[in-house]
């Protein structure tokens, strides 16, 4: 989350997924205002991730309209404001006005 706000990111906000998902156990999502700003939030917050001893996999960088990192238990989402409308990730899993996820919306 400091890696993020350092970087600018913009609407941080962190879903615990612990007891929701077994894919991590929290999920991020936050926003830059271009593909550039995208691009260069995800590659800096990698680069800390793997300097605090951690692993970072990168997804949707080519484009940077959603960047995807995989941090092992945390997951990031970065997306433009547009993309980030769109797939509305928030509603998906049901997050609430304070930025906790209720339980997920069932397809």
């Given at each position: 989350?400091?890696?993020?706000?350092?970087?600018?990111?913009?609407?941080?906000?962190?879903?615990?997924?612990?007891?929701?998902?077994?894919?991590?156990?929290?999920?991020?999502?936050?926003?830059?205002?271009?593909?550039?700003?995208?691009?260069?939030?995800?590659?800096?917050?990698?680069?800390?991730?793997?300097?605090?001893g951690?692993?970072?996999?990168?997804?949707?960088?080519?484009?940077?309209?959603?960047?995807?990192?995989?941090?092992?238990?945390?997951?990031?989402?970065?997306f433009?404001?547009?993309?980030?409308?769109?797939?509305?990730?928030?509603?998906?899993?049901?997050?609430d006005?304070?930025?906790?996820?209720?339980?997920?919306?069932?397809?």
């Amino acid at each position: 989350m400091k890696s993020l706000d350092d970087d600018q990111a913009q609407d941080v906000i962190s879903i615990p997924l612990d007891g929701k998902s077994n894919i991590a156990d929290h999920m991020v999502i936050a926003e830059g205002r271009s593909t550039r700003q995208v691009a260069s939030i995800a590659q800096k917050l990698a680069e800390r991730v793997k300097q605090s001893g951690g692993t970072a996999r990168i997804e949707g960088l080519a484009n940077a309209d959603w960047v995807l990192i995989d941090a092992g238990d945390v997951i990031v989402h970065l997306f433009r404001p547009e993309v980030r409308s769109f797939y509305n990730l928030e509603r998906m899993w049901a997050v609430d006005e304070e930025g906790d996820a209720a339980d997920a919306v069932e397809a």
